[in-house]
């Protein structure tokens, strides 16, 4: 039985992903205009971004400008990221952690962002204390309308960005962790068995994503018509773009090539296939959404100088500007 296994498969599909110079000298001409391509892909992304910071920076007042950067740099982290995985096939783990930690974080940034949008905590509790918040949202409760309405408080607010947050700090640690089980070999994706300890992490960092994404709909859902004037549906649109192919398009790869339907194709494993076509997939898609992104927030926020130097002056006077904006 061994020998019919042996002979017919071949041994590079079950061995762990190559070093990066092996990788290197099994590319033909068409591999290597391939890399050539997506690395000037997530090159161009990376420098539009930094471009992007410099420019916010200077036209935006704090703490505003701080949140969209973070927002911005979702898709060129990634890509960045990506490249690097795609050229160095072992550091997936590490790259995939990286980018996801950062998205985490940018969960978060969302929703202080539609919250500095409309003046900060203070104006925004203000402006919605008592009124009712519809939390029948997706992902969680999307399919209940039956759900109350829930009147909006400063404990209301606190309990959103408490939901938001710990996605942002237990998604880290769980990675953290996640790679140092790696590192002792006691992390594998493909490894379903109830003593690997993929099968707890993967599962739990699901309910997180969950309930963490749940917050940000809620105020997003209920506050979205005082800033359309600002393009924040579109801008939330590319949000939730991202979230989508950097989160469940990587998951059902993954789940393809643990299932044997991406072939391997040596000297890549069928896992290890996998992992390199999503890395190259989202290359291409994080470099479309920088683009389409760095639009939305420049056209935007051209006419913000005035509001920087009133803030300069004084804060109050900044905020009735800040209103008055978005109710034009």
């Known amino acids: ?17 190559p070093l990066a110079m092996d990788m290197i000298k099994q590319l033909d001409a068409f591999g290597f205009c391939l890399y050539f391509m997506l690395t000037l892909m997530s090159s161009v992304s990376l420098l539009l971004y930094l471009e992007q910071c410099v420019y916010i920076y200077k036209k935006l007042p704090y703490p505003k400008k701080t949140t969209i950067i973070w927002v911005n740099g979702a898709a060129p982290v990634i890509a960045t990221m ?16 990286t980018s996801n930690c950062y998205f985490a974080v940018v969960v978060y940034k969302v929703m202080v962002l539609l919250i500095e949008e409309l003046g900060g905590s203070s104006a925004f509790l203000q402006q919605f204390s008592g009124k009712p918040f519809r939390i029948s949202t997706g992902p969680c409760c999307c399919c209940c309308p039956c759900l109350p309405q829930v009147p909006m408080s400063r404990r209301m607010l606190f309990l959103l960005k408490l939901g938001a947050l710990q996605y942002a700090i237990l998604k880290t640690v769980l990675s953290v962790l996640a790679v140092i089980l790696w590192t002792n070999g006691n992390f594998d994706l493909s490894d379903l068995e109830i003593t690997g300890a993929a099968i707890w992490i993967n599962p739990f960092v699901g309910i997180l994503t969950i309930t963490s994404l749940w917050p940000v709909a809620i105020v997003f859902m209920n506050t979205n018509r005082y800033l359309r004037c600002l393009k924040i549906v579109p801008k939330y649109a590319m949000y939730q773009l991202v979230l989508i192919l950097s989160q469940l398009q990587t998951s059902i790869i993954n789940i393809l090539a643990l299932d044997g339907t991406i072939a391997c194709a040596p000297p890549l494993s069928s896992q290890a296939r996998g992992s390199m076509l999503s890395q ?7 470099f479309i959404i920088t683009l389409v992104t760095r639009l939305l927030y420049r056209r935007t926020y ?23 904006e978005h109710d034009v």
């Not at 051209?302 to 008055?324: C, F, I, K, R, Y």
């Open 82 to 97: 990506a490249c690097i995985g795609m050229w160095i096939p072992r550091a997936v783990m590490i790259t995939d952690m």
């Open 1 to 17: 039985m061994e020998e019919t296994l042996n002979g017919t498969i071949d041994p590079a599909c079950l061995q762990e992903p």
């Open 302 to 324: 051209d006419a913000l100088p005035s509001e920087t130097h009133d803030g300069d002056q004084n804060t109050t006077v900044s905020l009735e500007a800040t209103h008055m």
């Open 280 to 286: 190259q997939i989202m290359i291409m898609e994080m």
